[in-house]
Nanobody, 122 residues
């Protein structure tokens, strides 16, 4: 089993920035692909970004390209999501997931965190 814990959510004004962190344990972190997903009220959970085991490959949803950056530090067993130029429509619960395989924008999580709330005020 893999344990996944997100942190870093909060309230920010439109145009602001937040950085989410996600720590994973229970399996060799560098063997895992990692992804961020989000779910807004009344909507289905959607893909945000994914990164392969080495950090050499990343993929983003069109809605966040150019504003969000996913990265990882395998020495710290942590993946990050830097979110800039935030918009009210980015408001959602953000989930981190560990994946056994990297499939770019089709990466789906095998192990999920509890989620962290991000609220962007206008």
């Amino acid at each position: 089993q893999v344990q996944v814990v997100e942190s870093g959510g909060g309230l920010v004004q439109a145009g602001g920035s937040l950085r989410l962190s996600c720590a994973a344990s229970g399996r060799t972190f560098s063997s895992l692909a990692m992804g961020w997903f989000r779910q807004a009220p009344g909507k289905e959970r959607e893909f945000v970004a994914a990164i392969n085991w080495s950090g050499g490959r990343t993929e983003y949803a069109d809605s966040v390209k150019g504003r969000f950056t996913i990265s990882r530090d395998n020495a710290k067993n942590t993946v990050y999501l830097q979110m800039n130029s935030l918009k009210p429509e980015d408001t959602a619960v953000y989930y981190c997931a560990a994946a056994l395989r990297y499939y770019g924008g089709s990466t789906s999580g095998n192990y999920w965190g509890q989620g962290t709330q991000v609220t962007v005020s206008s």
